[in-house]
């Protein structure tokens, strides 16, 4: 048995190491799951396509929830949206990070004072990076994935770690909004 | 028929013969609105539907709330001559019920759902047509009317972000010129390569 560096470490440590390998790794190589609901998505084109150039920074778009890591919500959303939106992030494997795109996602924007749409996304889901504007420029949108990414590096996007813990409080959220949150429709019966 | 207002003109001699129109309106050369009577509706849309207008494009309510009526409109389109026809008619706003047209056009199964769940319109004869289809689990007053207010509705539902401040004042700065001076000095002698 060699007595290296590492056979000293306590289990904790190992395993911080493990994550910030994992951290690296993964901050360079996002897949995005983009949930196009308000006009914030078409900044989207431009960011992923030659003038922009998503790729460079390591992301790309994923078909599936359960494959993706970063959830993009860009823009408003209405109930019914919301309800699909916590379904889909309950989906995603951990750990995953969400940003919200745009006024709505922050403040309810020009959609303060509807019915239909809510005001604040970090009520019912945790948001690690916001990018605001309405809509943003691209080159904020570019920015955001940045400080995304550097959010990682530091380990300061915790929002799925925030979820686990205070689940209890986004769920109270979550039924105050929505009454319930399972949907019923034709095609979830 | 190669004038399209020959088209208006032939729709409404051909509607206003058969039945009777208690207003009718050229909106365009393209659209003919028809102002009918509750018990007329059914008898002239199933007339249209023979006489080509054969697809229903959309089911709505407007809301006359000072004369407390509900006014349904009904759009269909026929493929042949390009004219929309509206056909519309008043219902109490109290209590408002209109029987389905789902016999006569099959595709206003979610035009009525969706009128019923905007405006309250009840539908017998579609019996689906209070089942929920935009608002799900929906608490109050249907929302199109004008006596809802949403603003409330928003503000007693939706959690609002709280601000400290309201605004940022950017009188009294610091004036920048001069380390705007001391950049510019710094950036012609980085262009001279450090040297003096």
């Given at each position: 048995?060699?007595?290296?560096?590492?056979?000293?470490?306590?289990?904790?440590?190992?395993?911080?190491?493990?994550?910030?390998?994992?951290?690296?790794?993964?901050?360079?190589?996002?897949?995005?799951?983009?949930?196009?609901t308000g006009c914030c998505a078409i900044e989207l084109p431009p960011a992923m396509t030659s003038a922009y150039?998503?790729?460079?920074?390591?992301?790309?778009?994923?078909?599936?929830?359960?494959?993706?890591?970063?959830?993009?919500?860009?823009?408003?959303?209405?109930?019914?949206?919301?309800?699909?939106?916590?379904?889909?992030?309950?989906?995603?494997?951990?750990?995953?990070?969400?940003?919200?795109?745009?006024?709505?996602?922050?403040?309810?924007?020009?959609?303060?004072?509807?019915?239909?749409?809510?005001?604040?996304?970090?009520?019912?889901?945790?948001?690690?990076?916001?990018?605001?504007?309405?809509?943003?420029?691209?080159?904020?949108?570019?920015?955001?994935?940045?400080?995304?990414?550097?959010?990682?590096?530091?380990?300061?996007?915790?929002?799925?770690?925030?979820?686990?813990?205070?689940?209890?409080?986004?769920?109270?959220?979550?039924?105050?909004?929505?009454?319930?949150?399972?949907?019923?429709?034709?095609?979830?019966? | 028929?190669?004038?399209?207002?020959?088209?208006?003109?032939?729709?409404?001699?051909?509607?206003?013969?058969?039945?009777?129109?208690?207003?009718?309106?050229?909106?365009?050369?393209?659209?003919?609105?028809?102002?009918?009577?509750?018990?007329?509706?059914?008898?002239?849309?199933?007339?249209?539907?023979?006489?080509?207008?054969?697809?229903?494009?959309?089911?709505?309510?407007?809301?006359?709330?000072?004369?407390?009526?509900?006014?349904?409109?009904?759009?269909?389109?026929?493929?042949?001559?390009?004219?929309?026809?509206?056909?519309?008619?008043?219902?109490?706003?109290?209590?408002?019920?209109?029987?389905?047209?789902?016999?006569?056009?099959?595709?206003?199964?979610?035009?009525?759902?969706?009128?019923?769940?905007?405006?309250?319109?009840?539908?017998?004869?579609?019996?689906?047509?209070?089942?929920?289809?935009?608002?799900?689990?929906?608490?109050?007053?249907?929302?199109?009317?004008?006596?809802?207010?949403?603003?409330?509705?928003?503000?007693?539902?939706?959690?609002?972000?709280?601000?400290?401040?309201?605004?940022?004042?950017?009188?009294?700065?610091?004036?920048?010129?001069?380390?705007?001076?001391?950049?510019?000095?710094?950036?012609?002698?980085?262009?001279?390569?450090?040297?003096?």
């Amino acid at each position: 048995m060699l007595s290296t560096k590492f056979s000293k470490m306590t289990k904790e440590e190992i395993d911080r190491k493990w994550w910030e390998i994992g951290d690296f790794f993964r901050r360079n190589s996002l897949w995005m799951l983009m949930y196009c609901t308000g006009c914030c998505a078409i900044e989207l084109p431009p960011a992923m396509t030659s003038a922009y150039d998503m790729e460079r920074l390591g992301m790309g778009p994923m078909a599936t929830p359960r494959q993706a890591d970063v959830l993009l919500v860009t823009g408003y959303l209405s109930l019914k949206t919301l309800r699909r939106l916590i379904y889909t992030y309950e989906q995603m494997s951990e750990p995953k990070y969400v940003v919200g795109f745009g006024s709505c996602t922050i403040n309810g924007g020009v959609y303060h004072d509807s019915h239909a749409v809510i005001n604040q996304l970090n009520q019912y889901i945790p948001v690690d990076v916001y990018v605001a504007g309405c809509m943003p420029n691209t080159e904020a949108v570019m920015n955001g994935f940045v400080d995304l990414m550097d959010l990682i590096k530091s380990k300061k996007a915790n929002g799925w770690k925030d979820y686990h813990e205070r689940y209890d409080w986004y769920l109270a959220n979550q039924k105050a909004a929505l009454g319930e949150v399972r949907v019923h429709d034709e095609f979830h019966e | 028929m190669t004038n399209s207002m020959n088209n208006v003109n032939y729709v409404t001699n051909l509607v206003e013969n058969s039945f009777e129109i208690l207003k009718t309106e050229v909106v365009n050369k393209n659209q003919v609105s028809f102002i009918v009577e509750k018990a007329t509706v059914h008898g002239l849309l199933t007339f249209l539907k023979t006489a080509g207008w054969i697809q229903l494009s959309y089911l709505s309510a407007v809301d006359w709330i000072e004369e407390n009526q509900l006014e349904l409109v009904y759009i269909v389109f026929n493929w042949e001559k390009p004219v929309y026809i509206q056909v519309r008619t008043r219902l109490d706003r109290e209590h408002p019920e209109m029987a389905s047209i789902l016999p006569i056009y099959p595709g206003c199964q979610y035009y009525e759902r969706e009128t019923h769940e905007f405006f309250g319109i009840k539908f017998p004869g579609n019996p689906n047509h209070e089942k929920q289809l935009i608002l799900e689990e929906w608490d109050d007053m249907p929302p199109l009317l004008k006596d809802f207010d949403p603003r409330a509705y928003s503000d007693r539902k939706f959690a609002k972000r709280e601000y400290s401040n309201d605004f940022v004042n950017l009188n009294g700065q610091e004036s920048k010129q001069k380390k705007r001076e001391e950049r510019r000095a710094y950036i012609k002698e980085v262009r001279k390569g450090g040297k003096k």
